[in-house]
C-alpha cells in the first residue's frame, strides 16, 4: 500500500474567500469547482510529508499549513499589498528556511517557507 496524495480540507461557509489568498496571491490554479468546495493547486510533484509538532520553531505557535515556494520575499510583498498581515517573520532560520507567517481568510496560521 502506498499513500499517493494528502489533501488539506477547510471547513468554511464561504469557499469563494479562498480565491484572493491562495489563487491571486499564491498563483495555485482551481483544480476543481463545485460551489461547496474548491481545491486549489498545480502541476508540481511533491512528498507527501505530515508534520507534528510541539512548537513552530523559535518558540512560535504550530502552524497548520507549511507552503514551500520559491521566493518567499515575493510572497511577502504580495501578501501584504493583498492585507493579509504578517505575524511572524521574515526570519532566516537557523535550520535552513527563510519563512513568514501569515492567516489565511479562514484563520488558519500558514508557515510561507523557502529553502536556502
Given at each position: 500500500m502506498t499513500v499517493k496524495r494528502i489533501v488539506a480540507n477547510v471547513a468554511t461557509t464561504d469557499v469563494?474567500?479562498?480565491?484572493r489568498f491562495y489563487g491571486d496571491v499564491l498563483g495555485l490554479d482551481i483544480l476543481m469547482d463545485h460551489g461547496w468546495i474548491a481545491t486549489y493547486g498545480n502541476s508540481e510533484r511533491m512528498?507527501?510529508?505530515?508534520?507534528?509538532a510541539e512548537q513552530g520553531g523559535n518558540e512560535t505557535p504550530v502552524p497548520e499549513l507549511s507552503i514551500e515556494?520559491?521566493?518567499?520575499d515575493a510572497v511577502l510583498a504580495g501578501m501584504k499589498k493583498?492585507?493579509?498581515?504578517?505575524e511572524?517573520?521574515?526570519s532566516d532560520e537557523?535550520?535552513?528556511?527563510r519563512r513568514f507567517f501569515v492567516r489565511d481568510p479562514f484563520g488558519k496560521l500558514i508557515n510561507i517557507l523557502q529553502h536556502d
Open positions: 469563494a474567500a479562498a480565491r512528498t507527501v510529508q505530515v508534520s507534528f515556494v520559491d521566493d518567499v493583498a492585507g493579509f498581515a504578517i511572524y517573520g521574515p537557523p535550520w535552513g528556511v
